[in-house]
């Protein structure tokens, strides 16, 4: 297998994002929105790349609330 299939994802879309933050639960990072806009949750970090610059951007000058324990792994969907 030459390629990795990647889950479309949606572009320009956290422009009200609030924060986001890695759930341990579920092993996703989860980010929140200001308005009622529901939870968007990535299973695998590899997901984030197909999504738009400036989203990346917005993700990377936000950092990702996780618990001390967590920081591993949080930190895969932060860089």
């Known amino acids: ?21 890695y759930d341990s639960g579920t092993t996703e990072a989860v980010i929140v929105f200001k308005d009622d806009t529901p939870n968007f949750r990535i299973f695998d970090s590899m997901w984030i790349v197909n999504i738009s610059k400036k989203d990346i951007a917005r993700l990377f000058h936000n950092e990702i609330f996780h618990d001390d324990e967590d920081t591993r792994q949080a930190m895969k969907f932060q860089r």
């Open 1 to 21: 297998m030459t390629v990795i299939r990647l889950l479309k994802m949606l572009h320009d879309f956290l422009g009200n994002m609030r924060l986001w933050c």
